[in-house]
């Protein structure tokens, strides 16, 4: 059974940083896209960044500049690592994985979640 697993999360003031990890374990044969998406209060959960197994990645526009996803393939880890951190990147971030399928899927279909973790930048 595939599992994500998120840690990181935390308060800090606007304009620190903070780094995600995402940690995945399971049976795993195919790689198609990983990613971390996040969900503030009252709002619909929305995609922050994701990285495809040759490297490539893709930012929403709001955190271009500021986030960096990544991925170590040997520790089978996920990051995001978040600098200038804004009060309006609160929010729960959740790593998804779109594992184990062939063909690969859509561009937004993912079929592994981590519980959350959540991130609180004060003013």
């Known amino acids: 059974q595939v599992m994500l697993v998120e840690s990181g999360g935390g308060s800090v003031q606007a304009g620190g940083s903070l780094k995600l990890s995402c940690h995945t374990s399971?049976?795993?044969?195919?790689?198609?896209?990983m990613a971390w998406y996040r969900q503030a209060p009252g709002k619909e959960r929305e995609l922050v960044a994701h990285?495809?197994?040759?490297?490539?990645?893709t930012y929403r526009s709001s955190v271009s500049g500021r986030f960096t996803i990544s991925q170590d393939s040997v520790k089978n880890t996920l990051y995001l690592q978040m600098n200038s951190l804004k009060t309006e990147d609160t929010a729960v971030y959740y790593c998804?994985?779109?594992?184990?399928?062939?063909?690969?899927?859509?561009?937004?279909?993912?079929?592994?979640w981590g519980q959350g973790t959540q991130v609180t930048v004060a003013s």
């Open positions: 399971g049976y795993i044969y195919t790689t198609c896209r």
């Open positions: 990285i495809n197994p040759n490297g490539v990645t």
């Open positions: 998804a994985a779109a594992l184990n399928r062939s063909p690969c899927p859509g561009p937004q279909e993912y079929n592994y």
